[in-house]
């Protein structure tokens, strides 16, 4: 199941992820930003996990 959630993006971010859509980088803008949010959840999501950890110890 997927939750919808709202975003406002500058006009030039929307047009770029259109035109990777119309170029058939992705079905859909919808797509390319769910990639480009697993992107960042890959590369960012650990640390800030391990830092959490780090803090409720601290407490």
């Not at 170029?23 to 803008?29: I, M, R, S």
């Not at 697993?38 to 803090?55: A, F, M, P, W, Y």
Request: aromatic share 6%; charged share 35%.
């Amino acid at each position: 199941m997927m939750d919808r959630i709202t975003i406002r993006l500058p006009r030039q971010q929307v047009e770029m992820l259109e035109k990777l859509v119309e170029a058939g980088e992705f079905p859909t803008v919808s797509e390319a930003v769910r990639y480009s949010v697993r992107e960042l959840l890959e590369k960012h999501g650990n640390r800030v996990l391990r830092e959490i950890d780090q803090v409720s110890f601290k407490v």
